[in-house]
């Protein structure tokens, strides 16, 4: 499985523009932000708009949507009717009321669950068990170290083999957000596939520089097709 997609949703033409873009790929695994969890108020939260932008894609092409929520309340039909995997982000790791409306409203969707930037595995496989859907994956996503001055996340993809002997749920790697820089993604992308995960993360954007969130990490088409067309050669195996 791999998920692309930027950040977050900006405009109807960036969302119609990208999908286009990831179509060409045969990408079924789409993702965007709709709701933003930032760190400061004045920061790009999201928009509301975005959910009839959606709307209008899914009625134009055949792709799954991978979105994060914050919360189920009042959008419960447009969870039930246009999220085919719902993202519970690192900072709500240990929002257990969010997980419990999620296991008992949306059971039968399938869930992407990320570790908090500062938690134990144990503590995210703990969490994880809030979640009773069918079908829940844990995606490692990069974490704080005693450097974050420097660099917000560090990658964590050596964490993939003793995740794996604490859970049996899939795990996959978000090789942007613990990349921190577009730069630096091709080889951790490499480096992660070392390990082994069920499926990968990557944010892409067709301007990422004037991106409204995440602008350092994102790739732009170009870099992402230099990555697609390099799997092969980096060994990756990827179920589309
Ligand atoms: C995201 O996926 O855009 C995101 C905000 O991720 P995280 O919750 O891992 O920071
Ligand atoms: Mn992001």
Request: charged share 25%; proline share 4%; glycine share 4%.
């Amino acid at each position: 499985m791999i998920i692309v997609g930027p950040c977050s949703i900006e405009s109807q033409s960036q969302l119609f523009g990208i999908i286009n873009q990831l179509k060409l790929y045969d990408i079924e695994y789409i993702r965007g932000g709709i709701w933003k969890y930032r760190s400061t108020s004045n920061s790009f939260q999201g928009t509301n708009e975005a959910m009839d932008w959606i709307r209008q894609t899914k009625e134009e092409w055949d792709f799954k949507f991978v979105c994060e929520i914050l919360t189920t309340h009042g959008i419960e039909d447009f969870i039930e009717n246009y999220i085919d995997v719902i993202q519970i982000g690192s900072r709500n790791m240990y929002n257990t009321d969010l997980l419990k409306q999620v296991s008992e409203k949306f059971r039968h969707k399938p869930v992407i669950f990320k570790r908090h930037f500062s938690s134990s595995l144990q503590d995210f496989v703990n969490h994880s068990t809030y979640l009773k859907n069918e079908n829940v994956s844990l995606v490692l996503r990069g974490i704080q170290t005693l450097h974050s001055h420097e660099q917000r996340f560090f990658p964590d993809f050596t964490d993939i083999p003793r995740l794996r002997e604490l859970t049996s749920h899939p795990i996959i790697y978000d090789v942007s957000h613990s990349a921190c820089h577009s730069k630096y993604v091709p080889s951790i992308l490499e480096a992660a596939n070392i390990f082994k995960p069920d499926g990968y993360m990557i944010e892409v954007h067709p301007d990422p520089s004037n991106a409204l969130s995440d602008a350092d990490q994102q790739l732009d088409y170009a870099e992402f097709n230099s990555i697609f067309e390099n799997l092969e050669r980096m060994k990756i195996w990827i179920n589309k």
